[in-house]
Structure formats: structure tokens, C-alpha cells
Nanobody, 126 residues
Framework: QVQLVESGGGLVQPGGSLRLSCAAS????????IGWFRQAPGKEREAVVC????????YYADSAKGRFTISRDIAKNTVYLEMNRLKPEDTAVYYC???????????????????WGQGTQVTVSS
């Protein structure tokens, strides 16, 4: 079992920044691909970015390219999402997820998630 706990969400003005954290416990993230997904009110959950635990390769959704950066701290079993130049349309609940032995493209495009976090709210508003 893997437990994922997100933190770092909040209210930010347009153009601002936030850093989300996803702390994993229960077992090592070796062999898991980790992703950030988001769900806005009335919309389907969508992938934002995925990162491989084995080689650090990444896949970014178009909405995240150039503004968001995913990173990982292996020692802390934690994955981060740095979000810059935030827009009102980035408002959503952001979820961390883990999927066993898959590619970053596979997880982000056709997810078959094994574990979800509880989510953290990000609101971009003036």
C-alpha cells in the first residue's frame, strides 16, 4: 500500500506561484510513476504532469508546459509541483497519484491509477 498526502494548495492571485508537495509513505516509490492530476468544478479529472521514479523522465500536458515543473526528492519520498504564472483556469483540486510500472506517457494519457491522494485545492483569483 502507498499513502499519498498532498499539501501546499491555497489562494493565489493571477500571475502568482504555488508549490505543491506529495509525500508518499507505506512503501518506496521505486517502480511507480507519479503524476499530478487536477479536477475543476464541472469538468473531468485531467493529467497535468507525470514523472518516472526510475529515471526522472517527465511528460507535461500542454496546459502545464512552460509554467509548471515537477521534481522529486528520492530521500524524502516526495514529489513536488512548482506552478508559476498561474491563471484563473488553473483553479482546481490537484491530486497526486501513483501507478505501478508504467511510462510517463502511459500514465498521463491513459491512466490506470493504483493510488490517489486526497487532493489539495488551488484557487487562482484576484
Amino acid at each position: 500500500q502507498v499513502q499519498l498526502v498532498e499539501s501546499g494548495g491555497g489562494l493565489v492571485q493571477p500571475g502568482g506561484s504555488l508549490r505543491l508537495s506529495c509525500a508518499a509513505s507505506g512503501r518506496s516509490l521505486d517502480y511507480y510513476t507519479i503524476g499530478w492530476f487536477r479536477q475543476a468544478p464541472g469538468k473531468e479529472r485531467e493529467a497535468v504532469v507525470c514523472i518516472s521514479s526510475s529515471d526522472g523522465s517527465t511528460y507535461y500536458a500542454d496546459s502545464a508546459k512552460g509554467r509548471f515543473t515537477i521534481s522529486r526528492d528520492i530521500a524524502k519520498n516526495t514529489v513536488y509541483l512548482e506552478m508559476n504564472r498561474l491563471k484563473p483556469e488553473d483553479t482546481a483540486v490537484y491530486y497526486c497519484a501513483a501507478e505501478w510500472i508504467t511510462t510517463v506517457q502511459g500514465m498521463c494519457i491513459t491512466p490506470r491509477i493504483d493510488y490517489w491522494g486526497q487532493g489539495t485545492q488551488v484557487t487562482v483569483s484576484s
